[in-house]
């Protein structure tokens, strides 16, 4: 998804010896007709293996790579795979961050290096349609974030309700005094994303490598090595577990119900033919901050439909064994708020769906720890349906825990999450 701002884990199926970790599928098939001997021989010697390509795991590849590493990465499905929480079409780049000092510098130091990629390729991956956040009622909150990127350098404007609905008419303002306008904002197209930037990661001398991986296990005061669903073993000094909905199965212990995935659904209305009104430029990505289950949406990028979901979570999910098929309450619940705030697209058509999933902590932080038994395993997650946008400066900032390079934000680390769900 693309936005958001215990007891035992919920899933009912064990943990399997085969589980599979998402993943791109560049560097070939597993060699399985060698001696192990020979497989153990060849894959000795990285610095730094990270297990999952999607945005967090693509980023870290990359930062480590930046400085001199040697760098592994694995996954099984395909970076930005349809089950992975970096799948998907678009997600919200927004620095509008209730005053957080440290998320919203980190997606403003993230945009350009989004930007930066794009260059690189002449890609249109991200999508300068401007971020709108609109509220039911002015508050000092609002204004201390609005300082706070200010005082970034970060272009924000605010807008009183009849403002907005001068500017967009296609929005029903009713019951909102308040909004805040980001023009620089908009969407990154996520799939593409991460897909262009695994493939940077190999040109510049990364190997990437499609590979099933069993649970990790050591007796020792450090990981060993891992190994692969059949049988290889893979050697490096420090490894990186980025695997997003699938860290409860693999660290059932150590993480267990402190990341909970739960089923979010995302639907694509198709306005009117001819009408250009929910299409960009015309309308920004939005947000309506006033709304219990903070609605929010994007306008018609590249002919996909009008996007609309709720970031309320959803039931817990297993990302392995779940069909997913939106429901006709989640459709009708999301058509009654069309007809609340977009009244023109209420009863236009379907045009697609999707179900993915967020990883939730329970204090909406990312989780970045070292495991505590194993000093040289990292365990990153817990994007809580507002990760992805950070993914460049959280690369970075894995990449300097590592390597001890960087400083710990409290947040973080495993003592602040609590099992929940």
């Known amino acids: 998804m693309t936005h958001r701002e215990g007891g035992q884990t919920s899933f009912a199926a064990p943990v399997s010896r085969r589980l599979l970790l998402g993943g791109l599928a560049t560097a070939g098939a597993l060699a399985t007709a060698e001696p192990a001997a020979a497989r153990v021989q060849k894959t000795r010697g990285w610095d730094v293996i990270v297990v999952g390509a999607g945005v967090f795991g693509a980023w870290t590849a990359w930062n480590f790579q930046r400085q001199g590493q040697k760098v592994l990465l694995l996954d099984a499905w395909g970076a930005g795979h349809a089950r992975s929480s970096s799948g998907g079409e678009t997600r919200l780049i927004r620095t509008e961050y209730a005053a957080n000092a440290l998320y919203t510098r980190w997606a403003w130091e993230s945009l350009a290096e989004w930007h930066a990629l794009a260059r690189r390729h002449e890609n249109p991956i991200f999508r300068e349609v401007g971020a709108l956040y609109f509220y039911p009622k002015d508050t000092a909150k609002i204004d201390e974030s609005i300082a706070l990127q200010g005082s970034l350098g970060i272009p924000i404007e605010k807008l009183t309700g009849a403002e907005m609905a001068k500017r967009w008419p296609q929005i029903d303002f009713d019951g909102l005094t308040v909004g805040v306008m980001q023009p620089t904002m908009g969407a990154l197209m996520a799939r593409r994303s991460v897909q262009t930037l695994v493939q940077d990661f190999v040109k510049a001398g990364g190997t990437f490598r499609t590979l099933a991986v069993d649970v990790p296990r050591s007796e020792r005061a450090a990981l060993d090595a891992i190994i692969g669903t059949g049988g290889e073993t893979l050697h490096a000094r420090q490894y990186v577990f980025a695997c997003g909905p699938w860290l409860p199965k693999l660290f059932p212990e150590v993480v267990g119900g402190r990341i909970v995935p739960t089923r979010q659904e995302v639907f ?65 619940d999301v058509r009654a708020y069309l007809a609340k705030r977009f009244p023109a697209l209420a009863k236009r058509p379907l045009a697609a769906s999707e179900v993915c999933q967020y990883e939730n902590s329970d204090n909406g932080h990312m989780l970045i720890d070292r495991h505590p038994q194993w000093a040289n395993c990292w365990i990153v997650g817990g994007g809580t349906g507002h990760g992805f946008k950070h993914g460049p400066a959280l690369g970075r900032y894995v990449a300097g825990m590592v390597l001890g390079m960087g400083k710990a934000e409290p947040d973080f680390t495993l003592a602040a999450h609590k099992v929940h769900g």
Do not use: Q
């Open 268 to 332: 694509y209305f198709a306005p009117a033919a001819g009408d250009n009104r929910f299409a960009a430029p015309h309308m920004p990505a939005w947000v309506d901050a006033g709304d219990p289950d903070l609605h929010y949406g994007f306008p018609d990028i590249e002919a996909r439909g009008f996007k609309i979901a709720l970031d309320g979570h959803g039931p817990k999910y297993d990302p392995d064994s779940a069909d997913r098929r939106i429901t006709d309450k989640g459709l009708a």
